[in-house]
């Protein structure tokens, strides 16, 4: 397997599966949307916001800068919905470039960084960018299930749908 297809690959995955879920939320009336539905993050809206802190501003500058942030996982960064799901887009769309500079040897190094809580740690680089993309669909599954709680309907997000579809699998 070559590595650095494989991330870019779930990095458009990730990319077009956020797109789908961001359009499906959009319909939501807010009460909805802010309401604490039980997810770990409470509402849709906390759970939007936790993956815009965790996937944009604390891991893509752990892979891109060495940076390592320290912000809280629950922060509310951006109030403002209709911004909120323009910057996730934009997030979204700087890992697959991110991923094309990076030299096929790199995936088998390490990931050295410190924790939100200061700690440092030293991970296999392969594995915690798998992570980043997991949590990603791990989160994105709380919200489809949110969603069909709520009698919303939500797109069907399955990476196979993806892989089917390449002339489908642009982000819409």
Same mark, same amino acid.
């Given at each position: 397997?070559?590595?650095?297809? *494989? %991330?870019?690959?779930?990095?458009?995955?990730?990319?077009?599966?956020?797109?789908?879920?961001?359009?499906?939320?959009? @319909?939501?009336?807010?009460?909805?949307?802010? !309401?604490?539905?039980?997810? %770990?993050?409470?509402?849709?809206?906390?759970?939007?916001?936790?993956?815009?802190?965790?996937? *944009?501003?604390?891991? %893509?500058? !752990?892979?891109?800068?060495?940076?390592?942030?320290?912000?809280?996982?629950?922060?509310?960064?951006?109030?403002?919905?209709?911004?909120?799901?323009?910057?996730?887009?934009?997030?979204?769309?700087?890992?697959?470039?991110?991923?094309?500079?990076?030299? @096929?040897?790199?995936?088998?190094?390490?990931?050295?960084?410190?924790?939100?809580?200061?700690?440092?740690?030293?991970?296999?680089?392969?594995?915690?960018?798998?992570?980043? %993309?997991? *949590?990603?669909?791990? *989160?994105?599954?709380?919200?489809?299930?949110?969603?069909?709680?709520?009698?919303?309907?939500?797109?069907?997000?399955?990476?196979?749908?993806?892989?089917?579809?390449?002339?489908?699998?642009?982000?819409?």
């Amino acid at each position: 397997m070559n590595p650095k297809a *494989h %991330f870019a690959r779930l990095a458009r995955y990730s990319a077009w599966a956020n797109a789908w879920l961001l359009d499906a939320v959009a @319909a939501v009336p807010d009460a909805d949307y802010r !309401r604490d539905l039980g997810l %770990f993050f409470g509402s849709l809206h906390g759970t939007l916001n936790h993956l815009l802190v965790g996937e *944009h501003h604390v891991w %893509f500058p !752990r892979f891109s800068e060495g940076a390592s942030p320290r912000l809280a996982l629950d922060a509310e960064l951006e109030p403002d919905r209709a911004r909120l799901d323009a910057r996730l887009r934009e997030g979204a769309a700087r890992w697959a470039p991110l991923i094309a500079t990076w030299d @096929a040897r790199r995936f088998e190094g390490s990931l050295d960084y410190t924790t939100t809580q200061g700690q440092p740690v030293s991970l296999p680089f392969a594995a915690t960018l798998t992570h980043v %993309f997991n *949590h990603g669909t791990h *989160h994105r599954g709380q919200i489809t299930a949110a969603l069909t709680a709520l009698g919303r309907p939500c797109p069907e997000l399955d990476l196979v749908l993806f892989l089917l579809n390449p002339t489908e699998s642009s982000v819409p």
